[in-house]
């Protein structure tokens, strides 16, 4: 029985009256007079739907987790806030918002709401899988469904081990207190969890937005490629075997356009782009987004708006933020800043001037009260002063330029989903696997005949840490994962940040082109809430 509709029906969770706060870990009925039933489709939906969406009324009205505005609250947004904010990928100019000032020039505290919020966001999501693992049967399609909930219960930790380190751990609902995991303990819990789930999860997924085994070994090999940070122990040998069980698995990369309108790197992040990243296609594990049955002002709505400006209508909805863009530093993983500077075109455009699919992104007039600013940010906050990413759209491929939006959806939500998980990542991290054993001419080869080859882009010449970055970088812009790289190839904070010397707008201070600042390495993780450690006891991360 295909029970994980289109539709996100949150039927089981009204009923059963959960409270959005989690600051104990826990997900217990606030009125205890309330009648209580265990609906096992309807939890089971609402845990795929703490992916996508932030609570029980449409896109905000009654949220998840208390102490941060429901939008900012979603899964999508705040893993992409935490990764993306404090990297080279970008600049959010909105300087107002609780918590984004620090987590933009890496200085934040244990009191930042934003690292709040995505502690709470993943407890309350786990806590949401411990219930139903604690209610659920085999019933129908049950054995596959406590399978996969096991597998979003996983993959909220990783986020915790990824993000926090040592972080308390739970496998129940209980108000009793909850041992605080180290971080290899963690990891070995995660790695054991894996590998039974990749016996037991479905070889094949039950639909588009459900996960099955490749999803378990895809996480695997991420946690193996960054074993050394986690445990102190590398695994580059487990990461390309993982990695190669992805590769040799039913999900391929979508290598040709089926459109013929865009590429088909333009294809994965479009309207319709459940046809190339569902099926047997790229997406190994997809978040479900519709403009009409699933609004979010976290999702799909967020990665299309934040990133234009006002007026500007060639992208399936009718919102802009005008909130993020590039840094000159991502700029010139395409070009250098000079030749920059005189580039004016729209993303339908760049990709061919700059000889790379992948290069959507929009530069803005000369003359004009527009000009880009590229050879180094003077003015904090202003969206114009580098160019705009525009990956992600909520433009159908079958609509070519000047076409209206399709007829039936929402004008102001997107129905683009979240590829959140993709085949693309198992070749990066087999390639970077085989460099790290000294392998470079077979990393280089694999880049340049399977991601590049997509791309159009002409090969690399040459590799080591800091043009795998930068391929990094260039196949998974404005995905969520880019802190996770840098830290791992020992660019992001520390000693090992120190001697490589890259720094970036905001790295440290607001602006390009001032002198390298050192970072203290306790800025590799996020800080515990202060609130939880003074609460339940636990020992902070080291520095903070």
Known sequence: MNTFKKSFLLLGILALGLTACVHNLDVVPNDPNNIQYFDQNGVFTKIYATLATTGQSGPDGNGDVEGIDEGVSAFVRMIFELNEFPTDEGWWIWGGDAGLP????????????????????????????????????????????????????????????????????????????KPQYTRVQLYEW???????????????????????????????????????????????????????????????????????????????????????????????????????????????????????????????????????????????????????????????????????????????????????????????GAFYECWSVLKWTGRYSEQKLGEANISGHSPDWPDTDIPFIRVAEAYMTKAEALFHQGKTADALALINTTIRARANAKPLPALNERVLCDEWSREFYCEGRRRIDLIRLGFFAGPEADANGYTWEGRGSSKSGEPFKSLDKKYNIFPLPNSDVVVQGLTQAEGY
């Open 102 to 177: 620090d987590l933009r020039v890496i200085s934040w505290t244990a009191v930042n709401p934003l690292i709040s919020g995505i502690y709470y966001r993943l407890y309350f999501d786990i806590s949401l899988c411990n219930h139903f693992l604690e209610h659920a049967t085999t019933d129908g399609d049950g054995a596959a469904q406590i399978e996969e909930v096991r597998f979003i219960r996983a993959l909220n930790y990783y986020y915790l081990l990824d993000m926090f380190g040592s972080v308390p751990f739970t496998l129940e609902v209980s108000e009793a207190p």
């Open 190 to 380: 995660l790695e054991t969890e894996l590998k039974d789930l990749e016996t037991k999860l479905p070889a094949k997924r039950l639909n588009d937005y459900r996960v099955d085994k490749v999803a378990a070994q895809m996480l695997l090999a991420r946690m193996y490629l960054n074993a050394e940070v986690y445990t102190g122990t590398a695994q580059w040998d487990k990461a390309l075997q993982y990695a190669d069980l992805v590769i040799n698995s039913q999900y391929k990369l979508h290598m040709a356009s089926t459109s013929g309108n865009y590429s088909a790197y333009q294809e994965l992040f479009m309207g319709d782009n459940h046809k190339f990243v569902g099926g047997d296609g790229e997406g190994i594990l997809n978040i479900y987004q519709d403009g009409v049955m699933c609004q979010s002002w976290g999702g799909a709505r967020f990665m299309c708006s934040a990133f234009r400006d006002a007026g500007y209508n060639y992208f399936g909805i009718s919102d802009t933020w005008s909130c993020f863009r590039t840094s000159p530093e991502f700029v010139e993983k395409w070009v250098d800043l000079e030749t920059a500077a005189t580039i004016f075109k729209d993303e339908f455009e760049m990709p061919a001037l700059l000889g790379d699919d992948r290069a959507i992104m929009r530069s803005y007039n000369v003359g004009s009260s527009d000009t880009c600013k590229l050879l180094g940010s003077t003015k904090e």
